[in-house]
């Protein structure tokens, strides 16, 4: 049997930090370390236990968790997993915390904190486990490079799906796309509350338009439509989204392969399909139909990945046309856009 995910709490709430000690105390996945009120009594309970996963509350007293976290990744980088509130100030820090370096998130619910927990129990477990296994990237992953120059492109339709650390790879591809890029259809695995504010950050920092999808939209070149957390995104004839409340797909509203096996129907051949860093599984079979329609898939590689889960489980399936590190995905997707249907991108130059 491996050895239990040692996990330090952070978090100045004595009652989350006991249900967060019940919750993972009743899996013997898990070993509870030690918990802190506050950054200041965490930072020796760091350095005492030196723990595999922290889970770090976003408002503390005497440091904020987004300064500890910066501390965290600079001096001792450690998988974080935030534990914040599912509120527009929460969520907005949460970004923050993703951007500089957090795994992933988990949303406090709201009200009574006891009423929404047991809820999570399931959440909470599978998002520590991953983190254990994650690779830390601290800060930024890749540096502002600016966007790329207009150009001409041909009638193209890119689809993105990403889970665990994704946030930080959609950012880096999204600012190196020009003002008329193709459209942009992403799902992100996040709380509901969270991909508003996403998308918002998002449409600050790039060239294109970035919204969170409404229902009936027609996708156009130059913008980026992202699914609303706890809705299922598909692509209609006439390029038109349709957003739902149906049942959750591979355990999750939106869900990857939904979306990807929507644009294969509509677009087929020409459709580019990208599946980065995340746990689990979903998008792996809808890339594959992807693929299967004639589009060119690309799949984020293990070494620039946070978790190398959904591209993996894509690439063993034979999924994944070429598989490459972020840093090189977006120049190689504007590459196949303008080259046109059916051409390899070994015969764009540098992808050889």
């Known amino acids: 049997m491996a050895k239990p995910v040692r996990v330090l709490i952070v978090d100045d709430s004595a009652l989350m930090r006991q249900m967060l000690s019940a919750i993972l105390g009743s899996d013997p996945r898990f070993d509870v370390v030690d918990t802190a009120s506050d950054p200041l009594i965490a930072r020796e309970k760091i350095k005492r236990h030196n723990p595999d996963v922290i889970t770090l509350d976003v408002e503390m007293p005497r440091m904020n968790g987004l300064d500890f976290?910066?501390?965290?990744?600079?001096?001792?980088?450690?998988?974080v997993v935030m534990i914040s509130s599912l509120t527009?100030?929460?969520?907005?820090?949460?970004?923050?915390?993703?951007?500089?370096?957090?795994?992933?998130?988990?949303?406090?619910?709201?009200?009574f904190i006891g009423d929404g927990m047991e809820e999570l129990r399931q959440e909470i477990m599978t998002k520590i486990l991953a983190a254990a296994e994650s690779q830390v990237k601290p800060g930024k992953v890749l540096p502002w490079k600016g966007p790329s120059k207009p150009g001409t492109f041909l009638d193209r339709v890119i689809a993105i799906g990403a889970s665990t650390g994704g946030v930080p790879a959609i950012g880096a591809i999204l600012q190196a796309l020009p003002s008329n890029a193709p459209p942009v259809v992403i799902v992100q695995h996040m709380p509901e509350s969270f991909t508003g504010r996403l998308a918002n950050r998002l449409d600050h920092i790039c060239e294109v338009s970035v919204c969170e999808a409404r229902n009936g939209q027609v996708l156009e070149p130059g913008h980026v439509y992202v699914a609303p957390g706890?809705?299922?995104?598909?692509?209609?004839?006439?390029?038109?989204?349709?957003?739902?409340?149906?049942?959750?797909?591979?355990?999750?509203?939106?869900?990857?392969?939904?979306?990807?096996?929507?644009?294969?129907?509509?677009?087929?051949?020409?459709?580019?399909?990208v599946l980065l860093t995340g746990m689990g599984h979903d998008g792996a079979k809808g890339l594959l139909r992807l693929r299967q329609s004639g589009a060119v898939t690309f799949g984020q590689d293990q070494g620039s990945s946070v978790v190398y889960g959904m591209p993996r489980v894509a690439h063993l399936l034979g999924a994944v046309c070429h598989q490459l590190p972020l840093s090189r995905i977006s120049d190689a997707l504007l590459d196949?856009?303008?080259?046109?249907?059916?051409?390899?991108i070994s015969a764009v130059p540098g992808f050889a």
Do not use: H, W, Y
């Open 69 to 79: 976290l910066e501390k965290i990744m600079k001096l001792r980088p450690t998988p």
């Open 88 to 111: 527009s100030e929460g969520s907005e820090a949460t970004l923050k915390a993703l951007e500089i370096g957090a795994v992933d998130v988990v949303g406090k619910p709201a009200g």
């Open 230 to 273: 706890g809705r299922m995104m598909r692509l209609m004839p006439g390029r038109q989204l349709r957003l739902s409340d149906e049942v959750k797909v591979n355990g999750f509203r939106p869900s990857v392969d939904v979306l990807f096996n929507s644009v294969a129907e509509c677009e087929s051949a020409r459709a580019v399909g």
């Open 336 to 344: 196949i856009c303008r080259a046109g249907t059916g051409v390899s």
